[in-house]
């Protein structure tokens, strides 16, 4: 007799997913992969322009998203709603740093740091909970940073907002679990993104920080975007309220 088909716990066909900050090298590498992994990929960023030249292989709807705008999280559902009918999966990978010595950070420079990834970030999966709740399938991904768990200099605001976005991201976990909501977070060491460009251009910063991970090297965009692509899949159906660290060792010290 012919052997059954097995299921395979990492396809998400069927599924639809919204992954914000696509135009970044990490979330248009998370969005290719959910993709190519069967789901149907709504992209969002400040800048459509981008997104489409970004993920247009990937993606089945371009949206615009600022989070610094407190009605965004929810035109954006709106809108992928009318497009989609549905959201499974939302990935949080909009996010920006501030590098500055702590007495010298303004608070023009706090506020925008906390406004776009902590308090945008709760907007955007507040947005998304009614969706969300009612479908079989819900899973929240959060992209955070070994910064959140590893005091790193020059950059408070950015490292508190990220370590703000982990313990939020286990309160929901704990309120949103009867709704059958999993909520979990990604944390890479640093990783070839824009984002990063300038101090990877500084070789005695570089020689400290890859002197700081055991495996000797940068996460890459896959690295980090195959540890999304796995919380988000029904292969974690029983991980929530969790960070996963793709940081090569760094937090091992």
Known sequence: MPESPVHDPIRLEGLVALVTGAGGGIGGRAA?????????????????AVLEQAVADAAS?????????????????????ERHQ???????SAGINARSAAAETS??????VMEVNLAGTYRMMQAAHPALRVSEHAAVVSLTSTAAAVAVPHNAAYSTSKAGLV???????SEWAADGIRL?????????????????QDPAYMADKLASIPLGRMATVDDVAQAIAFLASPAAAMVTGQTLFVDGGVTTR
């Open 86 to 92: 549905r959201l499974d999966l939302l990935v949080n």
């Open 32 to 48: 290719r992969l959910l993709a190519e992994r069967g789901a149907v990929v709504a992209v969002a960023d400040r800048d459509p």
């Open 184 to 200: 979990n977070t990604v944390a890479p060491t640093i990783v070839a993104t824009a984002m990063t460009e300038a101090v990877r």
């Open 61 to 81: 709807s371009v949206h615009q998203l600022d989070l610094v705008d407190v009605d965004a999280p929810t035109r954006l559902l709106v809108e992928v709603l």
């Open 167 to 173: 313990h939020l991201t286990r309160v929901l976990a």
């Open 107 to 112: 608070p023009e420079e706090w506020a925008r």
